[in-house]
């Protein structure tokens, strides 16, 4: 454990050649009433390893668990991006309404499925406008190593509505319970820009969650 927060402390810090961000996360989840639970997450990011941060990010939502592994949630994001040569950040509006699905009948393997429909909006002298709306379907396989670690892998598949499948998201990582409240999240991430001549993006992800009741 204190191993995998000297290495996030490091790569954090250290200024690469390489094109890695880095994508920070601190999440709070509190139950409200019976299957329905309230969560809180801010988010900073970089996208290259000791340069300024890109982006900050807010987010609150509610999740409600359904029977059989289903769940169904909805959330709302802030996003800010500081611009140095306007002295002032860019920020967006994000609405987005998601089903979720995980089943443990191929144990030790456990199989879920992710679809996510947002909406984003820019906030602009003229007021809002639309910047963008998404289909988003993940899917992803993880398996318990023991009591407190899972690692898993993961795939998000981007479709901008109107347009085309345009973003490819792989995700490989691991969930350690530092306590039955406490869990620390560590991965490593890259979108595949598909139909694009952009370079494909890679960063760390971390974070933390923990339980409030």
Known sequence: MKKIVVVILILSGFKSSAQIGVWS???????????????????????EIGTPF????????????LP????????????AEPDA???????????YGELKYKTKAFEP????YRLRYQQQFKDDLDGLSLDANYLRNKVEISTKLSKKIEPYLSADLFYETGGDFDQLRYTLGTEYDISKKLVLDVGIQTD????????NQWRI???LKFKIN
Request: hydrophobic fraction near 40%.
């Open 85 to 95: 040569e306007k002295l002032a950040a860019d920020t967006y509006h994000r609405f």
């Open 54 to 65: 890109k982006s900050f990010l807010g987010e609150a939502g509610l999740k409600y668990d």
């Open 68 to 79: 059989k592994g289903f769940s169904l949630a909805a959330f709302y994001r802030l996003i």
């Open 205 to 207: 992800n971390w974070g």
């Open 109 to 112: 393997l456990r199989i879920g």
């Open 192 to 199: 595949d820009r598909l139909n694009s001549s952009k370079s």
């Open 25 to 47: 996360k601190i999440t709070a989840e509190a139950d409200i009433i019976k299957n329905l639970e309230l969560e809180v997450n801010t988010q900073a990011r970089t996208s």
